[in-house]
């Protein structure tokens, strides 16, 4: 599944209704995806092949917009849709379908097409003939003025393999459809008007499904409190762009040639060219880009930190409200500060929680012999601790068309692993029906409700939860089957699932659960409790990764990093010190990576890049935990040397400055070099290989290792936790086990004893 | 009475260790106390943490291997700080297993496992937790055996008590009672303040004259309601002594047993009822059928020589309806002996506890009898105890009801959870069935993993056992008494606990005489169905090893070994049921007592006996002396001040041995043989004397060789 009908952290109804529309087509697109009779579509020429061009031609293949597979259509008549959306600031001219597809060599052609529509209006025809059964290609015009907003692109096979009576589930009654056909569009450019009410659009459009380029404009030498601000509208763009992937590529001192920018600067140093009025205080503008006609900009500016601050706060946390050309903030209170784990994208694991809390209740229903999966993802916070859970409570309601046969089930899976499968019966009506009565009745739905565990093991952070409704297809024989269509299905929108009492506890450090969470850092979703540490005169690349990072970490909490702080190397005293640190820059930029050489996994350098030494003791412990240190940083030296200038790495490791405390670096040669080590945060591709306490890029390889010692963070209930410890430690056990074998000797020798001498004494 | 003479047998001597326990065993001061409150937390937390922390199978294995390797060099110390350490150690380990058992091997969510599988999982893991708690109990009623030493009388023989010695009898023979009578009449004891009492619910007219005769009172009631405890209630009216000591009619007492008894109902007002053990000069079904007799302690030593000993720490000793002392008082407090189950003797001393009576318990045999003489007797009289004692559980259940401390409710709780083993000593004998023949997965979890967990619960268990009960029961011997009672007990307590009234079961003996040997199949069949069973299911076992090319090996290895110890098991239980042929009428006690020989010439020689009975004796001449056969002589067995002469007629004459028959005796002489035999207070101390310590392996081997031994017969009794 391509389109990841994740999230809808925005409340707003708008964008919540959008963001559903979104889901159900993905959900539509995903469907009808069997066995692959057609070459599929080159892995990797996936979603970078739909690349935003500022006017001009739109190109998209099936595969981008949601069949992972070649699509199969079967049956006499079946059909399947895909979302296809225009940007708001876009009009079509013109849209044409290259089409290829391959088809049964049994049918009556004659009688036999696929039919192309758009938002359930025909705009073409396809004759299935004879010579096109090995694969026939056909390009269909499409009117694009059927092309506006949300539009829904259907294909529509209509089979048949005998003039009499027939079996609609025939196997010979089949199609499919290459997920390479293409859509190509032409596009003209409409600007909107300059309306901070249309925000985010036209910087970022949710009916753009490709990656989020977004440059920032900051001052030559950005200061922390710009770059604060700059980060808190970045994350609020990447928590938009989610599946997207967004990139924030920053310009120092200067706007980029066209498209539009986000500009984040004090008043004083915004210059002339993006002056928005003499006004005071935090300010919000969208302008026109000077160098671009059709571009805008997006100024946030303030007279200091407290207002600039708050201007980028307005933007990202009342969006809603703004409107016109300009607009004075005047509210600069900061928002209180967030509590632990309430990240909007996370469910709550204190207490049950709904469905509908998570998904629109449109998405919890389906239809049809084949219905599609319902899709609901449930992202938890990353470091619940799951060992020896009972598992997590299902409640979950149901309804159902009743099938005449035995065979219909409703499965379960969590991540693509099965957990439950539950048989659809006929007669399991909700209230009591007289047997005889039962029998006569076609009960037209059923409503059931049940409680069961799912082993907590099948959960991630990031994880989706698939319904399939399977229905069993009767057999009544020829001329007799009907295609039943009316099949129904749905999951009620209160059924709940609880999570509560995991407790939070992990092992750190483990880049796994930065690339998939943003942990430690999320815990706080407003980020109070992290400290990014950038260079004194940061470069354009490591702003960028800086921003690109905020980006991720907005992705993952759903929330804008309102209180994060930035600073240099030299201002990490104070309350900066208890506070998990995000390090950016390269060994000659960045000084923390010379003063804390030791602390490093690894040591870059441009004479030759090393892995820090291990003692005894770590080796001791690493062969008792069975981890193969030796091969391990034989593998990471060898990669370290192949990579020579171009290693980049992201390195994490506990904080020196407070224990418990977590440092995550990204260190590189280049800035060129450390850039790239964002965008694989965002690159869904490749972030799988993100990991341990040393992550090394070299040139496109990722690879990761685990050198270090970890520590633990968060906090286990006592029982638990003894368990937990003498869990890991046996020989503790057994001395533990001697120790209290001897002392309750010793005490009920005691007690024995001197009973005894009581009874003996004749008192009782 | 000097008390070394007796020499009160050690469960573990003491030794360096126990000394420096005792070092601990003073006053502490509030330092002393907090530090032990301290540790009593680490200790609550470390306790949890080794019952709950789970591990992987391979540290599981190092985790138990070291714990294995500790209590075995610990064993090797003596004394009972190490005792009471490796009980506690065993205590943690099996509830380290039950925790297991319950919490990762019971998962049958599955479905792939069906109804049998859950049926069999419920019905074994009952029997694990029915054994765990058990075990448990078993542990507080032995932490310490009391070992109550006898306290002296007065030298003012006017404080002296009163003492009415009861007797009841129903239908036993006239010649059992005789020796019995005449023996409670010579207790040491001033004869104004004792009087013998025969209770006959026979109604005989020969026991009347027979009491006549030796000088006891008879008495005879008209109806026979309530059985031994009606009788001893009728007889209670006609009796004033402040105290009664009730013996059954074959026991017979040592002349020593009031005055080993009677001293600690003057020094503790409190006092109820003090007991002593129940010892058997002649060899039990199980001693006489297997052969084993002196050798293998019994299966009544364990609870008289440990149990009982360990209850009364707890002020928990209980009646056991003969060879005990009770105070008048404290009786006609409950009403009397009790009626309501067939266990008047436990219950009438639970009902004088819960009224705050004390009762204690003195390790040294001072009355001896004759043990069971069939397995079916056997069997008939422990499905009364069972059914009595589930009849206690049901009517006055020991954990109910007001008067007792937590300790009394427990052992008294023990001693009737015992009867309960019925049902989970079956699902042991067929657990592993379900397996091998029907395929059930009777536990959830890899056989390697549950190996790893259960074998310490098991060997921690048996070696502390061992170490314990050592003296009183060699290992594995339990399953040997615990299997032959299982099928017969199972019902009558079932069906007591549904009502008391229910559950009168009679189990009668093959009908052949005892005068040679036979095969009491009736009996046994039980047992040779269940053998059967569990041989059928060790070769279905071996053919699944060997014909699913090593799939699950490891698990049906491990129910074949299990198969394989209940195959072992009961092919002893069988070998119990060849009755085999009693030897001679009376009982010869081997004793090596002072005696004189006068030859017809009036030439006196002063001898010692090897063994005596009531019809003759052996004695080993100070020179080889032939003597002819037929010879009359006269023997004085412990001759004191006054020699009593009593004529004999030489039957054996070898090198220096000398054997005879007794001619007819006058009373005078009874009198003297019966003292002889069974009224030296030390006669039955030194019984166990010369028998071997517990080895596990050897006991094991010896049951090996039993049950073995048992298949060759039927095999050659099959084919004659």
């Known amino acids: 599944m391509m389109i990841r009908n994740k999230r809808n952290w925005l409340r707003t109804p708008a964008l919540a209704g959008i963001s559903a529309f979104w889901s159900a087509l993905a959900a539509v697109a995903a469907s009808g995806s069997a066995s692959a009779q057609l070459p599929a579509a080159p892995a990797g020429a996936s979603s970078d092949s739909a690349v935003t061009e500022l006017a001009g031609r739109r190109e998209f293949t099936l595969k981008d917009i949601g069949a992972s597979q070649p699509v199969r259509l079967r049956g006499i008549e079946h059909q399947i849709n895909f979302p296809v959306a225009i940007r708001g600031d876009e009009i079509v001219t013109g849209a044409r379908l290259h089409l290829r597809y391959a088809h049964s060599p049994a049918l009556v052609f004659e009688w036999s097409?696929?039919?192309?529509?758009?938002?359930?209006?025909?705009?073409?025809?396809?004759?299935?003939?004879?010579?096109?059964?090995?694969?026939?290609?056909?390009?269909?015009?499409?009117?694009?003025?059927?092309?506006?907003?949300?539009?829904?692109?259907?294909?529509?096979?209509?089979?048949?393999?005998?003039?009499?009576?027939?079996?609609?589930?025939?196997?010979?009654?089949?199609?499919?459809?290459?997920?390479?056909?293409?859509?190509?569009?032409?596009?003209?450019?409409?600007?909107?008007?300059?309306?901070?009410?249309?925000?985010?659009?036209?910087?970022?459009?949710?009916?753009?499904?490709?990656?989020?380029?977004?440059?920032?404009?900051?001052?030559?030498?950005?200061?922390?409190?710009?770059?604060?601000?700059?980060?808190?509208?970045?994350?609020?763009?990447?928590?938009?762009?989610?599946?997207?992937?967004?990139?924030?590529?920053?310009?120092?001192?200067?706007?980029?040639?066209?498209?539009?920018a986000v500009a984040v600067a004090t008043r004083e140093r915004l210059g002339p060219a993006l002056a928005v009025g003499s006004a005071h205080g935090a300010q919000l503008a969208v302008i026109n880009n000077p160098d671009d006609e059709s571009g805008k900009v997006l100024v946030v500016t303030g007279d200091d930190a407290t207002s600039l601050h708050a201007a980028a706060r307005a933007l990202t946390l009342a969006s809603g409200t703004l409107t016109g050309r300009s607009t004075q903030i005047a509210n600069l209170t900061v928002p209180a500060l967030r509590e632990a784990y309430d990240a909007p994208r996370w469910v709550p694991t204190d207490r049950p929680v709904k469905l509908s809390e998570r998904v629109g209740a449109e998405q919890l229903q389906v239809r049809g012999q084949y219905p599609d999966a319902i899709r609901v993802p449930w992202d938890l916070p990353p470091d619940l601790f799951y060992w020896r859970s009972k598992g997590a409570k299902f409640d979950i309601g149901y309804r159902y068309t009743p099938t005449p046969g035995t065979k219909s089930t409703l499965d379960l899976d969590v991540n693509n692993q099965f957990a439950r499968a539950l048989p659809l019966l006929m007669y399991d009506a909700p209230q009591k029906l007289d047997e005889k009565l039962k029998k006569k009745l076609e009960i037209p739905l059923v409503a059931k409700r049940e409680q069961y565990r799912v082993p907590v093991y099948k959960f991630a952070s990031d994880n989706e939860l698939k319904w399939q409704y399977n229905f069993e297809i009767r057999k009544k024989g020829e001329c007799e089957d009907v295609p039943e269509a009316y099949l129904r299905g749905s999951i009620d929108a209160d059924s709940t699932i609880d999570l509560s009492g995991l407790p939070h506890y992990s092992y750190l450090p483990d880049l796994k659960l930065f690339t998939d969470g943003a942990f430690p850092f999320s815990k706080y979703a407003d980020l109070s409790q992290t400290v990014a540490v950038l260079p004194t005169k940061p470069s354009a690349e490591e702003a960028t990764t800086f921003l690109n990072v905020m980006g991720h970490i907005g992705d993952a909490t759903g929330y804008p990093t309102t209180r994060i702080r930035v600073s240099d190397a030299s201002g990490l005293n104070g309350a900066n010190k208890d506070a998990d640190l995000l390090v950016f820059g390269t060994p000659a930029s960045q000084p923390l990576y010379s003063q804390w050489a030791e602390l490093l996994p690894a040591t870059l350098s441009e004479k030759g890049s090393r892995l820090q030494l291990v003692g005894g003791i770590e080796r001791l412990r690493a062969r008792f935990e069975g981890r193969d240190l030796d091969g391990a940083r034989e593998h990471a030296t060898k990669i370290i040397v192949e990579a020579g200038d171009k290693l980049a790495t992201i390195m994490s490791f506990e904080s020196p400055l407070s224990s418990k405390r977590t440092v995550v670096a990204f260190a590189a040669l280049s800035g060129e070099r450390l850039q790239a080590l964002s965008t694989l945060l965002g690159d869904p591709g490749r972030r799988h290989f993100v990991g341990g306490d040393l992550t090394v890029l070299n040139v496109d390889k990722v690879s990761h290792y685990e050198l270090a010692p970890q520590y633990s963070v968060g906090k286990l209930p006592l029982l638990l936790g003894i368990r937990w410890w003498f869990a890991q430690q046996p020989l503790m056990l057994a001395v533990m086990a001697v120790l209290l074998a001897a002392f309750s000797a010793l005490l009920l020798y005691r007690l024995m004893r001197n009973l005894a001498i009581s009874r003996n004494e004749g008192r009782s | 009475m000097a008390e070394q003479e007796l020499g009160v047998r050690n469960v573990a001597p003491g030794g360096k260790w126990d000394a420096k326990a005792e070092a601990f065993s003073g006053k502490i001061g509030i330092v002393g106390k907090l530090l032990l409150v301290i540790l009593l937390a680490f200790a609550v937390f470390g306790a949890y943490a080794i019952i709950s922390a789970p591990l992987d199978l391979g540290w599981q294995v190092l985790f138990a291997s070291i714990c294995l390797l500790v209590a075995l060099a610990l064993n090797r110390v003596q004394g009972r700080l190490i005792s009471i350490g490796l009980m506690v150690f065993s205590t943690l380990l099996s509830a380290r297993y039950i925790y297991w058992r319950l919490t990762a091997s019971l998962d049958y969510s599955d479905p792939q496992y069906n109804w049998v599988d859950v049926l069999f999982a419920i019905g074994l893991i009952a029997a694990e937790l029915y054994a765990f708690a058990v075990l448990l109990m078993?542990?507080?009623?032995?932490?310490?055996?009391?070992?109550?030493?006898?306290?002296?009388?007065?030298?003012?023989?006017?404080?002296?008590?009163?003492?009415?010695?009861?007797?009841?009898?129903?239908?036993?023979?006239?010649?059992?009672?005789?020796?019995?009578?005449?023996?409670?009449?010579?207790?040491?004891?001033?004869?104004?303040?004792?009087?013998?009492?025969?209770?006959?619910?026979?109604?005989?007219?020969?026991?009347?004259?027979?009491?006549?005769?030796?000088?006891?009172?008879?008495?005879?009631?008209?109806?026979?309601?309530?059985?031994k405890a009606g009788n001893i209630n009728h007889a209670l009216k006609f009796s004033k002594a402040e105290f009664v000591a009730i013996f059954d009619c074959d026991h017979v007492p040592t002349r020593s047993f009031l005055q080993v008894t009677m001293g600690w109902f003057l020094k503790d007002k409190k006092l109820s009822m003090l007991q002593t053990p129940h010892h058997f000069f002649s060899p039990d079904p199980f001693e006489r059928n297997l052969g084993t007799f002196r050798q293998v302690p019994n299966e009544g030593e364990l609870f008289y020589g440990l149990l009982q000993d360990g209850n009364d720490l707890w002020n928990a000793t209980f009646f056991c309806g003969s060879c005990a002392v009770i105070r008048r008082t404290a009786l006609e407090e409950v009403g009397g002996i009790a009626v309501e189950t067939v266990t008047e003797d436990a219950h009438t001393s639970l009902k004088m506890q819960r009224e705050g009576w004390n009762t204690a318990y003195i390790n040294l045999p001072q009355a001896a009898g004759r043990a069971t003489e069939s397995l079916a007797g056997h069997i008939k009289q422990r499905i009364r105890w069972a059914r009595g004692m589930a009849q206690i559980f049901r009517i006055d259940n020991p954990m109910l009801g007001a008067g007792l401390t937590l300790a009394q409710r427990l052992c008294y709780l023990n001693s009737m959870m015992y009867f309960f083993l019925g049902l989970p000593r079956i699902v042991f004998l067929t657990a592993p069935l379900a397996f091998l023949i029907f395929d059930a997965r009777i536990i959830v979890a890899p056989a390697l993993v549950f190996a790893a967990y259960a074998l310490p619960h098991l060997i921690h268990a048996q070696m502390t056992h061992s170490r314990l009960q050592g003296p009183y029961r060699y290992s594995f011997w339990a399953e040997v008494y615990e299997t032959i009672l299982s099928v017969y007990i199972l019902f009558p307590t079932l069906l007591a606990l549904i009502s008391p009234k229910l559950g009168k079961f009679n189990v009668t003996a093959k009908g052949t005489s005892r005068s040679k040997n036979f095969f009491d199949s009736k009996i046994a069949l039980p047992y040779i169905v269940l053998l059967v069973l569990n041989l059928i299911g060790f070769f279905v076992g071996l053919t699944k090893l060997f014909g699913q090319f090593g799939e699950n090996a490891d698990s049906i290895i491990l129910n074949l070994l299990w198969t394989g110890y209940n195959v072992v098991i009961l092919g002893v239980c069988t070998a119990v049921a060849w009755e085999q042929r009693e030897v001679r009428k009376t009982v010869r006690i081997t004793a090596e007592l002072p005696a004189t020989v006068r030859f017809a010439d009036g030439t006196e020689m002063p001898v010692r006996t090897v063994d005596l009975s009531e019809g003759g004796v052996m004695v080993r001449l100070p020179k080889a002396l032939t003597v002819p056969l037929g010879t009359r002589i006269e023997v004085a067995l412990l001759p004191g001040k006054e020699a009593v002469w009593t004529e004999a007629d030489i039957t054996r004459s070898a090198g220096s041995v000398l054997a005879m028959k007794f001619a007819p005796m006058s009373l005078q002489q009874e009198r003297q043989l019966v003292y002889a035999i069974f009224g030296r207070a030390d006669a039955w101390l030194h019984w166990a004397d010369r028998r071997a310590d517990d080895r596990v392996g050897s006991s094991f081997k010896k049951l090996f060789s039993l049950g073995l031994g048992s298949a060759k017969k039927a095999f050659t009794s099959a084919k004659g």
């Open chain 2, 138 to 227: 078993g542990y507080l009623q032995t932490l310490w055996p009391l070992q109550r030493t006898p306290v002296a009388m007065p030298g003012n023989l006017d404080i002296w008590p009163s003492v009415d010695v009861m007797i009841p009898t129903l239908n036993e023979p006239l010649g059992v009672m005789r020796s019995t009578i005449i023996a409670a009449l010579d207790m040491d004891w001033p004869r104004d303040r004792i009087k013998v009492m025969v209770l006959d619910d026979g109604k005989r007219d020969e026991i009347r004259a027979m009491c006549d005769e030796l000088g006891a009172l008879y008495v005879r009631r008209p109806d026979n309601k309530h059985a």
């Open chain 1, 113 to 260: 097409h696929i039919t192309v529509l758009v938002n359930d209006e025909v705009v073409g025809n396809v004759q299935l003939k004879p010579e096109t059964v090995d694969g026939g290609e056909q390009v269909i015009d499409i009117d694009p003025r059927t092309l506006v907003g949300y539009s829904k692109l259907g294909l529509r096979a209509v089979l048949h393999y005998t003039r009499d009576c027939e079996d609609p589930a025939h196997t010979t009654l089949w199609s499919v459809i290459a997920n390479d056909s293409r859509l190509v569009l032409d596009v003209e450019r409409v600007p909107l008007p300059n309306d901070l009410a249309n925000l985010p659009a036209p910087f970022f459009d949710a009916h753009d499904s490709s990656r989020l380029v977004l440059p920032f404009v900051l001052p030559a030498e950005p200061s922390a409190e710009e770059l604060e601000s700059a980060a808190i509208v970045a994350s609020w763009f990447g928590a938009m762009a989610e599946y997207r992937g967004a990139e924030f590529p920053v310009h120092l001192g200067r706007l980029p040639a066209s498209g539009n």
